[in-house]
């Protein structure tokens, strides 16, 4: 059964469940969606906050243009057309364009870091240790740190706001769907530089 | 053969050669425009050839959201940032990331529609011309008429131009090379719609 990454990210779309929880239950659903979702319920994992399961088809797309030279596009979505026309979301979705724009993200959060990616910064990470001369007992808790260090620069949920780096972004977008009192999501961006 | 004014004017603007030069041209083409060209290039009239080899590192990234719900980013290029500042340049760039919210190409151009898009839209066409009783020996001929089509409406280059659809994206861009003396390139859009 070949499980493509499109698939398991609807799965994860859907659920809200880690990457290779969704590939797995994917794999023993022989790829059927419905029946991966029914295997993740009954492992309890798709068991998150009421409002973090609700759906989310609205919302809006923004961009951000920084002289011509750098430019993002990112889709956030709620839950209703009326909270995508209230100033305080469309004024998180300019701050996240912004925030990509400035701090470089990679992935919207950890969960879409591929494993190969994680692989190879572990190796990475574990090589330039040992070169250090650290004895091999610690290596495993030094790589440790540095992967979580990797996870705040490259996931966008996990970076700190440019306009408030006592905040995460994860914690913007809470207090937005607080306020609101509709389910948030960032669901993709894309950051294109000229000549990259 | 009627050549209008009009279409000597377009020509015109796309090689910056004389009237004369362009309606004997177009005589000779009886009327296609990317003939015309060919003519013109093979006379060593039309500068635009050789400026469509040159290397381009500089440009632009333009956007266009409309209404919030349909998003654009798009990255051209050209050889200097003289040009990428010029207003024309940056008209076109506009232009064309509205010409993409408005017609939604898959591709920029047609040597990037893979080869298994290609396969599967040839097998669908010649499934349809076959349900519908055509005979065997013209299927081809079909399926080559149908492909043309399904290139001039997915890849961006050969689109026509939204206002003014008697020029392709291809002719637009051709125009600009000439008035700009650099070469220009579209390197890579996306579009995104909410929820899709």
Excluded: W
């Amino acid at each position: 059964m070949d499980i493509t990454a499109e698939l398991v990210k609807k799965l994860r779309e859907m659920t809200g469940v880690g990457f290779m929880e969704c590939k797995n239950a994917l794999i023993e659903a022989k790829g059927d969606l419905e029946t991966a979702v029914t295997i993740l319920r009954k492992k309890g994992l798709s068991a998150v906050a009421k409002k973090a399961g609700r759906e989310t088809k609205e919302g809006l797309i923004g961009s951000y243009v920084h002289n011509g030279k750098i430019g993002v596009m990112v889709e956030v979505n709620c839950e209703s057309d009326f909270v995508a026309l209230n100033p305080g979301f469309q004024g998180l979705v300019k701050d996240i364009a912004m925030q990509i724009a400035a701090s470089e993200p990679r992935f919207v959060r950890r969960e879409d870091v591929t494993p190969e990616v994680i692989a190879a910064e572990r190796e990475i990470y574990k090589a330039q240790a040992r070169a250090t001369g650290k004895p091999e007992n610690v290596l495993d808790k030094i790589v440790e740190g540095r992967m979580t260090k990797f996870y705040t620069e490259t996931c966008l949920l996990e970076q700190p706001f440019v306009k408030d780096p006592d905040l995460s972004i994860k914690d913007l977008i809470a207090g937005h769907i607080q306020k609101l009192g509709e389910n948030i999501q960032v669901r993709r961006f894309v950051r294109y530089r000229v000549g990259d």
